[in-house]
């Protein structure tokens, strides 16, 4: 599913591509790519312009078909770029797909209902699911008529593979031969083959994310946060899904979702993750405007995007795409007409005419606790030092009469 991952840019059309790190682009120059969000030019005066470029990828608008199901193979991808989704990520490739071996039943719900009641809003998603199952050679091949069918559309592979940097530096150049316009490095799948170093195995062992963050970049010459930026990285995105437990059958005793028997701890999405990924993005830009300059590198929300307005809020602390994958599975691939409509309207609804006029505007309003009751003590000494008067006849006294007098004559 859609991860806390690191992304890198292709370069074959510097119009046409979106995401993080420079792959055909880079080699010939630096590996840092500019990144900035702007409106594209030509639109009609009053309707706001939801088009976006990040590293030099135009997309339409900032919605992004997250890493998981609805980018699993060529029909369904083929189906996102058709609806009018800004850019497509695949579901996560690796060289070997025979280690990838999936399960079924491997998604369980949590409603918003009493007792989980099955006629509750969907507020939780948990899956078990691992990286495509599919043969390489297969995905190769589908992305590559993918590209050749949608040239000015752009598609992103996620990649993850094994703590082996020779089996790295293949995937990287197969995939890239393919057309695809950036890859996903995926660093955070919290569930499947830890084993094996792969995915948040890597990602949440800073050592080790640096040392293969190093290879990645070496080769392509296009890979916590922090670490990811120093090593090359041109972006994030973030959150993936959240380690968890849904729930236990309290009349089997068993945990769901239940295959033969038995559970494994997996990955947690949908509404009930929206604060989470929206405190950790927030996060994330603060580090990178203070740390890295924010304007060059790119920044992707990702947790329980069903609205217009869920994704404003992630523009508004900083991101320069969304990402939507659980909510596909819930709404079908139209839900990005939806989401823009939606986000067009709050952009009217403030005058902002493009992504860029609102991108981060609420990073500033962010502070800690010790500043919170600063802020507060001023405004009530303030406030105390307010002159206001009396507010009724009946409050007049005769003790304190020229006092009462003086507090409402006018300076």
Same mark, same amino acid.
């Given at each position: 599913?859609?991860?806390?991952?690191?992304?890198?840019?292709?370069?074959? &059309?510097?119009?046409?591509?979106?995401?993080? /790190?420079?792959?055909?682009?880079?080699?010939?120059?630096?590996?840092?790519?500019?990144?900035?969000?702007?409106?594209?030019?030509?639109?009609?005066?009053?309707?706001? !312009?939801?088009?976006?470029?990040?590293?030099?990828?135009?997309?339409?608008?900032?919605?992004?078909?997250?890493?998981?199901?609805?980018?699993?193979?060529?029909?369904?991808?083929? +189906?996102?770029?058709?609806?009018?989704?800004?850019?497509?990520?695949?579901?996560?490739? #690796?060289?070997?797909?025979?280690?990838?071996?999936?399960?079924?039943?491997?998604?369980?719900?949590?409603?918003?209902?009493?007792?989980?009641?099955?006629?509750?809003?969907?507020?939780?998603?948990?899956?078990?699911?691992?990286?495509? !199952?599919? =043969? /390489?050679?297969?995905?190769?091949?589908?992305?590559?008529?993918?590209?050749?069918?949608?040239?000015?559309?752009?598609?992103?592979?996620?990649?993850?593979?094994? *703590?082996?940097?020779?089996?790295?530096?293949?995937?990287?150049?197969?995939?890239?031969?393919?057309?695809?316009?950036?890859?996903?490095?995926?660093?955070?799948?919290?569930?499947?083959?830890?084993? +094996?170093?792969?995915?948040?195995?890597?990602?949440?062992?800073?050592?080790?994310?640096?040392?293969?963050?190093?290879?990645?970049?070496?080769?392509?010459?296009?890979? =916590?946060?922090?670490?990811?930026?120093?090593?090359?990285?041109?972006?994030?995105?973030?959150?993936?899904?959240?380690?968890?437990?849904?729930?236990?059958? /309290?009349?089997?005793? +068993?945990?769901?979702?239940?295959?033969?028997? *038995?559970?494994?701890?997996?990955?947690?999405?949908?509404?009930?993750?929206?604060?989470?990924?929206?405190?950790?993005?927030?996060?994330?830009?603060?580090?990178?405007?203070?740390?890295?300059?924010?304007?060059?590198? #790119?920044?992707?929300?990702?947790?329980?995007?069903?609205?217009?307005?869920?994704?404003?809020?992630?523009?508004?602390?900083?991101?320069?795409?969304?990402?939507?994958?659980?909510?596909?599975?819930?709404?079908? *691939?139209?839900?990005?007409?939806?989401?823009?409509?939606?986000?067009?309207?709050?952009?009217?609804?403030?005058?902002?005419?493009?992504? !860029?006029?609102?991108?981060?505007?609420?990073?500033?309003?962010?502070?800690?606790?010790?500043?919170?009751? +600063?802020?507060?003590?001023?405004?009530?000494?303030?406030?105390?030092?307010?002159? &206001?008067?009396?507010?009724?006849?009946?409050?007049?006294?005769? !003790?304190?009469?020229?006092?009462?007098?003086? #507090?409402?004559?006018?300076?």
């Amino acid at each position: 599913m859609a991860s806390l991952s690191l992304t890198q840019i292709r370069g074959s &059309n510097s119009v046409t591509e979106f995401t993080r /790190l420079r792959l055909r682009t880079q080699r010939g120059g630096s590996k840092i790519g500019f990144l900035k969000v702007v409106g594209s030019q030509g639109q009609s005066q009053g309707e706001p !312009d939801l088009s976006v470029t990040v590293n030099g990828l135009n997309m339409p608008n900032p919605f992004v078909i997250g890493s998981g199901p609805p980018g699993t193979n060529y029909t369904v991808m083929k +189906r996102a770029f058709d609806e009018g989704w800004g850019a497509v990520i695949a579901k996560t490739v #690796s060289l070997d797909a025979a280690k990838v071996i999936n399960v079924t039943p491997r998604y369980a719900r949590l409603r918003a209902g009493a007792n989980g009641s099955a006629k509750g809003q969907i507020i939780g998603w948990e899956n078990i699911e691992l990286i495509s !199952d599919r =043969p /390489l050679e297969t995905m190769l091949k589908e992305f590559k008529q993918l590209k050749e069918e949608y040239p000015d559309r752009i598609l992103i592979a996620s990649i993850m593979e094994e *703590y082996n940097k020779a089996a790295w530096e293949e995937l990287i150049d197969r995939v890239e031969q393919t057309g695809i316009d950036a890859l996903e490095i995926n660093f955070s799948c919290p569930h499947g083959m830890p084993e +094996r170093k792969m995915g948040a195995a890597v990602g949440q062992d800073c050592a080790l994310l640096e040392e293969v963050c190093g290879w990645i970049n070496a080769k392509a010459t296009v890979p =916590p946060a922090r670490v990811a930026l120093k090593s090359g990285c041109e972006g994030v995105a973030a959150i993936n899904t959240i380690m968890s437990v849904m729930g236990i059958n /309290l009349k089997t005793l +068993r945990p769901e979702p239940c295959v033969e028997g *038995y559970s494994t701890p997996g990955g947690y999405s949908s509404k009930a993750v929206h604060p989470i990924a929206l405190g950790k993005v927030m996060s994330i830009a603060k580090m990178m405007k203070s740390e890295f300059d924010l304007e060059k590198y #790119s920044l992707s929300g990702i947790g329980g995007v069903e609205t217009g307005g869920d994704a404003a809020e992630f523009i508004l602390v900083g991101a320069n795409t969304v990402q939507v994958c659980t909510g596909v599975m819930m709404h079908g *691939y139209g839900l990005v007409k939806k989401l823009c409509d939606e986000l067009k309207d709050f952009m009217k609804m403030h005058n902002f005419s493009s992504i !860029d006029d609102f991108r981060g505007a609420s990073l500033e309003y962010f502070t800690t606790h010790m500043d919170l009751v +600063r802020r507060q003590q001023e405004a009530i000494q303030q406030r105390k030092a307010v002159k &206001n008067g009396l507010q009724s006849d009946k409050d007049w006294t005769g !003790d304190g009469f020229v006092k009462e007098s003086e #507090s409402m004559v006018s300076n």
